[in-house]
């Protein structure tokens, strides 16, 4: 499904994205979790059935997160989710967006296929149109429809664990897109269509 016109691709969904209010967003967050009975954010249940829960730290902001978003039977924590929206916003413009669940899923999954319980970096989550389009100007190497502006990818680096460890785990779960950085010192993930780079 592609949104146009001032609307935000979430799941199957298609949200306005201004004048949002808190009751709003969790509304709409819950029936984009109710929807996902399927694909898969149901495939990561099914590996994992026990609690989703992630540690987060954003490199740009300092802030610092552990969360769970998934309840053992399977239900999203909305409280959580949104949590995690805001340790994933735009460190540029400030702005957070409702993340991808498929995206939140795989990056719980590769944390749990390393261990568990790490202290992911966060060196991108969501990036604003307006960051973006400021970031292929100055001729960073960014795609100019980035799926970060549609929070469906995180860029991460995990201390203590190399950085091919987990590029291949993430390759390996073939569940979306994985790009490797090592120059840069992250890796790239989305719930785009599996592809490497």
């Known amino acids: 499904m592609q949104c146009k016109g001032g609307i935000l691709e979430y799941g199957v969904f298609c949200l306005f994205t201004k004048n949002i209010t808190r009751r709003t967003f969790l509304h709409l967050v819950a029936a984009g979790a109710a929807a996902l009975g399927s694909g898969r954010a149901a495939f990561a249940k099914s590996l994992f059935p026990n609690t989703g829960a992630l540690t987060l730290f954003n490199y740009h902001t300092n802030d610092r997160l552990s969360?769970?978003?998934?309840?053992?039977?399977?239900?999203?924590?909305?409280?959580?989710?949104?949590?995690?929206?805001?340790?994933?916003?735009?460190?540029?413009?400030?702005?957070?967006?409702?993340?991808?669940?498929?995206?939140?899923?795989?990056?719980?999954?590769?944390?749990?296929?390393?261990?568990?319980?790490?202290?992911?970096?966060?060196?991108?989550?969501?990036?604003?149109?307006?960051?973006?389009?400021?970031?292929?100007?100055?001729?960073?190497?960014?795609?100019?429809?980035?799926?970060?502006?549609?929070?469906?990818?995180?860029?991460?680096?995990?201390?203590?664990?190399?950085?091919?460890?987990?590029?291949?785990?993430?390759?390996?779960?073939?569940l979306g897109g994985v790009g490797y950085y090592p120059g840069a010192g992250f890796v790239h993930i989305d719930s785009g269509k599996i592809r490497t780079w």
């Open 67 to 174: 969360i769970t978003f998934r309840r053992p039977d399977g239900s999203y924590d909305l409280d959580g989710l949104h949590a995690i929206n805001w340790i994933m916003r735009c460190h540029h413009t400030n702005q957070e967006t409702i993340m991808d669940v498929n995206a939140i899923e795989y990056l719980n999954l590769v944390d749990k296929k390393l261990g568990g319980g790490n202290e992911i970096h966060i060196i991108s989550g969501y990036r604003s149109p307006a960051y973006n389009s400021l970031l292929v100007q100055n001729g960073r190497h960014v795609a100019k429809q980035s799926l970060h502006r549609v929070g469906k990818a995180i860029d991460i680096a995990i201390p203590g664990i190399p950085l091919d460890k987990v590029r291949h785990t993430a390759v390996a779960l073939r």
